[in-house]
Each structure stands twice: as C-alpha cells, then as structure tokens.
C-alpha cells in the first residue's frame, strides 16, 4: 500500500503493467465502470493484464431510466469485447440507491461540475467498489473515471489513496487512462460498436445544466 501519490500518474501506471506482465500471471481487478464508451477504452488498455471483473455502481445517475440505459450499453457491448478480444470480462450490478446518493450530493447541488460534489461522487463510488473488492478478495480495483477529459485525474486519485487506506488489503490501481490518446480510443470503439454516449455526466444536477444550456 503506498500513502503518497507518484509525481507522474501515468509513467507509474506503465510501471505497474510492466511488473504485472513480468510477473507472469493475471491478477483479479475489479473496474468501476459507470458506461460502456469509458469501461471500451479502458478494457483495451488492461485486458491483457488483469482478470477483469467490471462493477457498476453508480447510484448517482439520474433518472432510473438513464441508470438503466447505460447498464444495458455496457452489458451488451460486453459480449462484443469478450469475442473480439478473446477476453472473459465479467459484469456485477451494485444496488441502485439514487436516495442515499442525493444525501451526499444534495448539500452540494450548486457547486460547479468539477468541484466538492464531484469529488464526493467520486468517493461514494470508489469507496464501493473497493468494500466490494475487500469482501470479495480481488487483489486489484481501480475506476474508469479518470479517462474523462472533464476530470482531474490527479484529485480522482488523490481521493482513491485516501479510501485505500481502509482497505490495505487492496490494490488501489492508480490510473489516468485518458494519457495517451486514451480518450480517443473510447471515441473509435464507441463509434465501432455503436454504443450510446450519454451528453451529461449523470446526476440530477448535470442533467439539469445540460438541459438548460441545450435550449
Ligand atoms: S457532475 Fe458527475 S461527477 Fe459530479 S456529482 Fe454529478 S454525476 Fe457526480
């Protein structure tokens, strides 16, 4: 467990494949996904090094039926990737609690994207899916969320380390999959599989201030 973050995010997370790839075998990650177009990109750049299992939770979403449509893109791009890349990705479904994710966010509903509300949201996920991790023995988690160009990847990772050390028993996989053309590949294989890409992050706020700058 480390308890100060790399200077350079990225050249580390190339260190960590390196060594995995070294090692000779293929250690068991958990990846927080919160859509199909993020968790493509993200798969391509890990599937040769870990045993993947992609865990949804994201009880932030607003409404139920975009929490469910984007569920549904990635369990159908799935069998897809699996085929086409000789991978056996699997897919777990947490609870969908939007009303335990309004308590956190709600006190922050007029903080600009990018700020406190956002790194809680980034807590609350990564938070879950490393207590998932722990009960379930994966030796690796990490999140797909500092593929997005509207996120710091350092604050997401900033946020990671500090939930790793409730769980030391957990790799945290410290990440900024957008570097390297990271976002670029999600955009290629959203357009070749034909996935839908949602045009607001995903709470009720952002959908909101998506809204009214589309009028
Ligand atoms: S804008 Fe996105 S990251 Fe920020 S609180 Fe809403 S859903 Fe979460």
Redo the contacts with the bound molecule.
Sequence with gaps: MINKLPQNIYNAQLKELYAIHQSGRKPRLLLHACCGPCASSVLVQLYDYFDITIFYTNS??YPASEYTRRLAELKAFLPHFNQDYHANVKLIEDVYDPQAALKI?APHAHDK??GQ??H???EMRIRKAMAYASAHHFEYCTTVLTLSRL?NSRVINEIALKVSQDYPEVHYFFSDFKKNKGIDLSIDLTTLYDMYRQDY???V??YHKNSESTK
Excluded: A, Q, T, V
């Design positions: 932030n979403i966010l994207e990018g509300r956002c809680l949201c980034y996120k992050c995903g709470c706020y952002s």
